[in-house]
């Protein structure tokens, strides 16, 4: 069993720049790949970034590449996403994603395969 508790959302303006992180209970965290996803009001649930368990391969949707980067302290059981150049489009609450070990690239991508969530951390980005 593994729980997330993720934190660090907030209200930013746009071009500003934002870091949220989600804590992992357990002892076996470098195990797990983790993801970061988000839903905007209205919308379904959609994959942000993720990265693998050594934290030496990470993904990410078009949409943020190279604006958000994706990373993971495993002696800190942590998983961080560092947003810059947000937009509002960007507003979501977001929600960090436990998987076991993936051995494919769409596994990344696919919101089934992540086993545990956090609770969400909102944020917001004003025009």
């Known amino acids: 069993q593994v729980q997330l508790v993720e934190s660090g959302g907030g209200l930013v303006q746009a071009g500003g720049s934002l870091r949220v992180s989600c804590a992992a209970s357990?002892?076996?965290?470098?195990?797990?790949?983790m993801g970061w996803f988000r839903q905007a009001p209205g919308k379904e649930r959609e994959f942000v970034a993720a990265i693998s368990g050594s934290g030496g391969r990470t993904y990410y949707v078009d949409s943020v590449k190279g604006r958000f980067t994706i990373s993971r302290d495993n002696a800190e059981n942590t998983v961080y996403l560092q947003m810059n150049s947000l937009k509002p489009e960007d507003t979501a609450v977001y929600y960090c994603?436990?998987?076991?070990?993936?051995?494919?690239?769409?596994?990344?991508?696919?919101?089934?395969?992540?086993?545990?969530w956090g609770q969400g951390t909102q944020v917001t980005v004003s025009s």
């Open positions: 357990g002892r076996t965290f470098s195990r797990y790949a």
């Open positions: 994603a436990a998987g076991g070990t993936f051995y494919s690239r769409s596994a990344y991508y696919t919101q089934n395969q992540y086993d545990y």
